[in-house]
Every structure is written in C-alpha cells, then in structure tokens.
C-alpha cells in the first residue's frame, strides 16, 4: 500500500446536495468497520509479537494514514483482501525511527495516538497532516507525555507539524485528565507501555475503553476502579505483547447516520448490521430513546471481546431531552447529527458539556450551530451546552453548509437535507471517505434513488 496523498491536494472541492427521497429508507446494510478500533489494531498488531490477523478494518483515510505509518515505524503491514489485513509486529520498544515525515492526513486520532506511541521509544519523528489536522490543537497530549522524558517542538499553540524526541527511558505517567479524552487517555497508556512501573490515568468521566480492552486481548495487565462517574486505569508497563485475531464491529458513529436518517424521513424502517454496542460508545442511542425513537437491537453477540448487534430503526415522532454531561464522552462525535434530529422534535432539547466538541475537527459547538442556523434552525449556546427549542415541524432546510474539512459535519447536513423541506448543500463532501467511505451511495441504494448526489 502506498502512503495515500493528502486529500486537500488531490482534487477540487465537491460540493454534495440531499434532497428529499421519494421514498423511506428501508432494508439492512452494513456500515464501515469502527474507526477507533481499527486504529488501535494496528497500533497494537505493530507492538505485538507475531502477526496479527485483522478482518473488518475501516479502509477510510486515516485509517490508511495509520497503517502507512505503522509501516514507516518498522512493521510490516500488507493488504490480504477487502478489510483483512496483516500486521507482523516489532514487540514493545522495537518500533523503528521513520525515514520521513508522518502524515496523519485528516486525522486526530491517529496523530495523538501516535505521538504517544512515539514518546515511549528512544527514536525521533515529525508529525503533520492537512490544513484541518494543522488547526487542531496538540498541547493535551504533548504536556503529560513531556512528563514521560519525551521533548516536543511544534508551531505556536502546539499545532502540527511536531517534532518528538521518544525518551530512551521513559518514566511511568500518573495524570488526570483535565477534560474527559480517550484520545489522550491512550496517547499516555501506549506511551507508558515502554515505562518500568505502572502508568496511572485517571479520567473524569468514563470515555471509550477500547484501548484498555485491546492492551488485555494481547496480554497487558490492566486495572480499572471506577469512581463516580469517572475511573481510574493502571498498566503494568512492559508487558510481552502476543499477536491477536481482531474483529473489527461496525462503527456505531458511523451507523447514527442511517440510522438517523431513517427516524427523520417518513416511511422508513432500516436495519444497520453488526454494529459495536460497547456501553462507552453508545450514549447516542440512549438519547435518541428517550428522545422516543422507535430504535430496536437484535441479535446481540460478542465478536473480538466487544458487543455488537443488530439496530432497526424506524420513523416516528422525536420530543426534545436534556442530555447530562456526565454522558457526553460516550457520544463525543454524534453531536452534530444529534443536534439533527433534535431539529425535527417537539419541546426543549438540551445538551450539557459539550467542552470537548471545541477542539474536533473543527469546532463543532460553533459549527453545528451554523449548520442548524443556515436551515432555519435557531440553537443557542450557553457556555458549553448546546439549546434547541422546536415545534415538530421539518426544518426549512434550503441552506448551504461550510463544513470546514470536517466529515461529521457534512454527513449531518446531508441527513438533514434527506427529511427538511428543501434540499441542503455542504461546501466539500471528499473528507467523507476519511472516515465513511462509500456514504452517499449507501443512503441512496437505502432511498432507492440518488438523493445524494453531486452540485451540478
């Protein structure tokens, strides 16, 4: 696999439009693998010894950035057929300084997983990515892994590229996470993965365990006490990684798209298939319950050491909720598409601690809130909660949304023009395929149309 070139160098802008379909979305289908999953696998298959065997692997851009840089830092990574990859790993402190610059194209994840990874090995690497990922602030992660021996040099307010100079002894972490991230939360476990002793992280609120869950599937020993809402984490630092089989779920942000999207349009009743229940990753589906979305899971079944399961959803009338905090880091990146299908409710929807959503890919506070105002929806903001006041009715839509690189955001838009009275166009859909590939044609075989289609 060739290093993919950067997507804001490859083509024009493309400008999408949603319109109503003629028709309810209906049958089943299957969304991409889970993109945070699919990270770590070959994270993990490339500190593992042995060869890791990988099925389900979300073949989207920073997926792809991931392992090309796995590549660059010493392990072998190949391709065996749609989804199924191979990684023969270099075990815990063998990764290799890379020849050239990482470039984690649009991708966050994988620059401050990275970054962790890197601060634990005595190697040097630069970091960078597109204009998005260059905007995104990388401080949070640099400050508790400069604690680890590993020295930072970036751009002013430690925006990307950035310099890392892994530590040739690095020294276990014991941090508390300022604001609930299992961004950050795993850049400190993965670098304390190379420190003697036992690395402590202690999170406010309960975030995304999928980290903790994969260091034990390849035989680190990990300890987790909960406390309040929140927990605290201890890895045993080098352990000997063994190669694993992973199964990669359906990723549960991806599948809120369709799902959304066929409680807003009338007549339609979908099913997405084998999507990842992990109790950390669902919170919107919870929401959207209490919201009175018809919403029902089937066939539920363990695969890889995580829950997945069926999900149908049908369409039928929303009321407004109030969201607490406390249940925002289990749904970190569905905002966007929540605040959605908030429009179409009826009451007060109102959504607590939302600080995280600043620091996205864009800022998605401030951009959900010009998306929902470009189609006749009022939100308002105060201090970190996002308000919506709605009467039932479907939105005018008829807006075009900028969606400043950012994929969530112009996936919502899209849903939103699929049930608003007129369509919604989004600026630029090609960063889509960095974590979605293939979304507008699976909404349209689904409306059995093209709803979704190119500005002529």
Same mark, same amino acid.
């Given at each position: 696999?060739?290093?993919?070139?950067?997507?804001?160098?490859?083509?024009?802008?493309?400008?999408?439009?949603?319109?109503?379909?003629?028709?309810?979305?209906?049958?089943?289908?299957?969304?991409?693998?889970?993109?945070?999953?699919?990270?770590?696998?070959?994270?993990?298959?490339?500190?593992?010894?042995?060869?890791?065997?990988?099925?389900?692997?979300?073949?989207?851009?920073?997926?792809?950035?991931?392992?090309?840089?796995?590549?660059?830092?010493?392990?072998?990574?190949?391709?065996?057929?749609?989804?199924?990859?191979?990684?023969?790993?270099?075990?815990?402190?063998?990764?290799?300084?890379?020849?050239?610059?990482?470039?984690?194209?649009?991708?966050?994840?994988?620059?401050?997983?990275?970054?962790?990874?890197?601060?634990?090995?005595?190697?040097?690497?630069? @970091?960078? +990515?597109?204009?998005? #990922?260059?905007?995104? !602030?990388?401080?949070?992660?640099? $400050? &508790?892994? %400069? =604690?680890?021996?590993?020295?930072?040099?970036?751009?002013?307010?430690?925006?990307?590229?950035?310099?890392?100079?892994?530590?040739?002894?690095?020294?276990?972490?014991?941090?508390?996470?300022?604001?609930?991230?299992?961004?950050?939360?795993?850049?400190?476990?993965?670098?304390?993965?190379?420190?003697?002793?036992?690395?402590?992280?202690?999170?406010?609120?309960?975030?995304?365990?999928?980290?903790?869950?994969?260091?034990?599937?390849?035989?680190?020993?990990?300890?987790?006490?909960?406390?309040?809402?929140?927990?605290?984490?201890? @890895?045993? +630092?080098?352990?000997? #990684?063994?190669?694993? !089989?992973?199964?990669?779920?359906? $990723? &549960?942000? %991806? =599948?809120?798209?369709?799902?959304?999207?066929?409680?807003?349009?009338?007549?339609?009743?979908?099913?997405?298939?084998?999507?990842?229940?992990?109790?950390?990753?669902?919170?919107?589906?919870?929401?959207?319950?209490?919201?009175?979305?018809?919403?029902?899971?089937?066939?539920?079944?363990?695969?890889?050491?995580?829950?997945?399961?069926?999900?149908?959803?049908?369409?039928?009338?929303?009321?407004?909720?109030?969201?607490?905090?406390?249940?925002?880091?289990?749904?970190?990146?569905?905002?966007?598409?929540?605040?959605?299908?908030?429009?179409?409710?009826?009451?007060?929807?109102?959504?607590?601690?939302?600080?995280?959503?600043?620091?996205?890919? %864009?800022?998605?506070?401030?951009?959900?809130?010009?998306?929902?105002?470009?189609?006749?929806?009022?939100?308002?903001?105060?201090?970190?909660?996002?308000?919506?006041?709605?009467?039932?009715?479907?939105?005018?839509?008829?807006?075009?949304?900028?969606?400043?690189?950012?994929?969530?955001?112009?996936?919502?838009?899209?849903?939103?023009?699929?049930?608003?009275?007129?369509?919604?166009?989004?600026?630029?859909?090609?960063?889509?395929?960095?974590?979605?590939?293939?979304?507008?044609?699976?909404?349209?075989?689904?409306?059995?149309?093209?709803?979704?289609?190119?500005?002529?």
């Amino acid at each position: 696999m060739s290093n993919p070139a950067s997507v804001e160098h490859a083509s024009p802008a493309l400008p999408l439009r949603a319109t109503r379909p003629a028709r309810g979305l209906t049958g089943r289908l299957r969304v991409a693998g889970d993109k945070s999953i699919s990270h770590r696998a070959l994270m993990f298959g490339a500190l593992a010894v042995g060869r890791t065997e990988i099925t389900g692997l979300l073949e989207g851009e920073d997926v792809l950035r991931t392992a090309a840089a796995m590549r660059a830092l010493g392990a072998t990574v190949e391709r065996l057929g749609e989804g199924h990859w191979q990684v023969a790993g270099r075990g815990i402190g063998g990764l290799l300084e890379p020849a050239d610059v990482l470039d984690m194209g649009n991708s966050g994840t994988g620059a401050r997983l990275i970054a962790g990874l890197i601060a634990g090995h005595p190697i040097f690497a630069v @970091l960078t +990515g597109d204009a998005s #990922l260059r905007s995104r !602030p990388m401080k949070r992660v640099m $400050d &508790p892994l %400069s =604690a680890s021996g590993a020295r930072f040099t970036s751009r002013t307010g430690g925006r990307l590229p950035l310099a890392i100079e892994g530590a040739a002894e690095p020294l276990p972490l014991d941090y508390r996470l300022p604001v609930a991230s299992a961004q950050v939360k795993s850049a400190v476990l993965l670098a304390g993965l190379c420190a003697r002793g036992t690395t402590r992280v202690e999170e406010p609120e309960a975030t995304r365990d999928h980290t903790e869950n994969m260091l034990r599937h390849f035989g680190a020993t990990v300890r987790v006490e909960h406390q309040g809402h929140g927990r605290i984490i201890e @890895l045993e +630092g080098q352990p000997e #990684l063994t190669a694993a !089989p992973v199964h990669v779920p359906a $990723d &549960p942000s %991806s =599948a809120a798209f369709p799902l959304a999207a066929a409680l807003l349009v009338p007549g339609s009743s979908l099913t997405v298939e084998g999507v990842g229940l992990n109790p950390l990753r669902t919170g919107l589906f919870t929401t959207l319950r209490e919201m009175g979305a018809d919403l029902v899971v089937t066939n539920e079944r363990l695969e890889g050491g995580e829950l997945v399961g069926d999900i149908t959803a049908t369409h039928g009338p929303l009321r407004g909720v109030d969201v607490p905090g406390e249940r925002a880091p289990s749904m970190i990146d569905e905002y966007p598409i929540l605040a959605v299908a908030a429009a179409f409710a009826s009451g007060t929807s109102r959504f607590r601690g939302l600080k995280e959503l600043r620091v996205k890919e %864009s800022d998605r506070l401030a951009a959900t809130v010009a998306l929902l105002a470009a189609n006749g929806v009022t939100a308002e903001v105060e201090g970190d909660d996002l308000i919506l006041r709605r009467d039932g009715r479907p939105p005018a839509g008829g807006g075009f949304v900028t969606t400043h690189m950012d994929h969530r955001i112009a996936m919502s838009a899209l849903v939103l023009g699929l049930a608003s009275e007129a369509p919604v166009t989004v600026d630029d859909g090609r960063f889509i395929d960095t974590s979605f590939p293939g979304f507008a044609a699976l909404m349209n075989g689904a409306a059995g149309g093209s709803p979704i289609g190119p500005v002529e």
